[in-house]
């Protein structure tokens, strides 16, 4: 994740990338909450059970963008200056999802909304209109830390707090290499991301959202020791279209290595 690094000044101020800013506009897209009852998508990560986030909200961030740029030229008569970003920018979306009223920061680092938990995604679009504000959200976490006792690698080293390095997550999606022992002794049969801090947070028990998002039917009739003979391109074909091709099959493979079978 050396983007971080690389990003770190425009993530503190947009208007160092985009010195044209003046207002963002902040979205977020419900997904299901559901896991596949059997097979791989037992493993897999609630927002990773469909169809990649990117490629679903596209056509409608890509539609409002369009809106806001028709309706500023029929309202000022000058076409405003947009960006739109799907996670894909220097853009720190949760902090400004919560300045943006949609809601507050959780003591697990992620957004958490009185309606849908933290089970939605987020999309932003930057824009030169001087649009008002909406008020940020309440903080409604109270003294409740069961996200941060649930977690079984320890990752949270305080409320708000999060060490990437002891985050399954992060060592299922982001790195290439087998797991350290550290993670691989605690992985709780996760395969790709986790989701045991939301699975325990009292604000999620909202269900619906997006059908694109809802447990593809080949999760459930792969098992994880079935990407060991698996073809690349089977795998292609299994998993096109799907967050888990970011880790690919050899990555896929060292992780499925340390869940046990059944």
């Not at 160092?16 to 791989?40: C, N, T, Y």
């Not at 959202?209 to 073809?231: C, K, V, W």
């Amino acid at each position: 994740m050396a983007y971080l690094r690389r990003t770190a000044e425009v993530r503190k101020d947009v208007r160092r990338q985009f010195p044209w800013a003046r207002s963002i506009v902040m979205l977020a897209a419900q997904h299901p909450g559901e896991k596949a009852d059997r097979g791989l998508g037992r493993h897999i990560a609630r927002y990773a059970q469909g169809d990649d986030y990117h490629d679903v909200l596209d056509a409608p961030l890509r539609e409002l963008e369009e809106f806001i740029q028709q309706d500023s030229s029929r309202l000022t008569g000058a076409v405003a200056q947009t960006r739109r970003y799907i996670d894909t920018g220097p853009i720190p979306e949760k902090s400004f999802a919560a300045e943006a009223g949609l809601g507050w920061m959780g003591k697990n680092t992620l957004i958490l909304n009185e309606s849908y938990g933290s089970y939605f995604l987020l999309a932003d679009i930057l824009t030169d209109l001087d649009l008002p504000p909406d008020p940020p959200a309440v903080e409604r976490c109270g003294s409740c830390t069961l996200c941060l006792e649930s977690c079984p690698t320890g990752a949270f080293a305080a409320p708000y707090v999060l060490d990437s390095t002891k985050c399954i997550s992060y060592h299922t999606i982001e790195t290439k290499t087998d797991l350290p022992p550290t993670i691989s002794e605690h992985l709780e049969g996760n395969l790709f991301g986790c989701d045991i801090c939301q699975e325990v947070c009292p604000w999620n028990k909202s269900k619906g959202g997006e059908t694109r998002f809802q447990p593809r039917p080949a999760y459930r009739a792969i098992e994880p020791a079935n990407l060991r003979e698996m073809s690349v391109e089977a795998f292609r074909s299994a998993f096109k279209g799907s967050p888990l091709k970011r880790p690919g099959l050899d990555k896929l493979r060292l992780t499925a290595q340390h869940i046990p079978r059944g």
